[in-house]
């Protein structure tokens, strides 16, 4: 986990060097928590609920038709749900490091269409339950806490504006990998608007 953490921020840095294009991105997260048991079993009390994500990404060009994009992102991963009609809900927010890398198509009508597999080690920041009127901290929770893997795909559309700037639309699925007796796992969708902004 640590090599892949330090490769991160390596090509993170060295793509500094060429020629690439800020993204700018923000959005929302519809995150679903699977909880397991020791018994290995998925209890249906967790509901979905949405949360803020924005990012801050370099892309650059490897070749004509395939790109790869380094960065930082703030994430939200909410959830709700009640036991025995007794309400709860969470609010996490972590922050890391993504990437992606994949294809990207321009079509004649300046949009570009990109897939990537995407990738993303982050961190929880700060975290509550609220639970029978009151606030618990998450940093305590180790099913929280620690950095989190998650790996999965982004799927966008970009239109060119003009030469230096273009807008584009995101939706990206991830999992965590969590593994052991009794584990919760987190996976979001996030649906995004975006701005980019190539230099030289």
Do not use: C
Not at 11 to 26: D, G, P, Y
Not at 76 to 89: A, L
Not at 100 to 113: A, V
Request: hydrophobic letters at 40%; proline letters at 2%.
């Amino acid at each position: 986990m640590k090599s892949i953490f330090t490769l991160l921020i390596a090509l993170f840095f060295v793509s500094s060097l060429s020629a690439q294009t800020w993204n700018f991105e923000a959005g929302n997260n519809i995150t679903r928590y699977v909880f397991t048991n020791s018994a290995g079993n998925n209890p249906d009390f967790l509901k979905s609920s949405s949360g803020l994500h924005l990012s801050l990404s370099r892309e650059n060009k490897i070749s004509k038709a395939f790109v790869y994009d380094l960065g930082l992102a703030y994430n939200q991963y909410n959830n709700v749900g009640d036991v025995q009609n007794i309400p709860f809900s969470y609010q996490a927010d972590y922050m890391g490091l993504t990437g992606g890398i994949g294809p990207s198509i321009t079509s004649r009508k300046g949009l570009t269409l990109s897939a990537k597999a995407s990738a993303a080690i982050q961190t929880l920041v700060n975290g509550t339950q609220f639970l029978q009127n009151r606030y618990i901290d998450l940093a305590g929770d180790n099913q929280f806490t620690g950095l989190k893997v998650s790996v999965g795909y982004t799927l966008a559309i970009t239109k060119k504006v003009n030469d230096q700037i273009s807008v584009y639309t995101s939706f990206q699925h991830l999992d965590t990998n969590t593994f052991g007796s009794s584990t919760l796992n987190f996976i979001p969708s996030t649906f995004s608007f975006g701005l980019k902004i190539a230099t030289k």
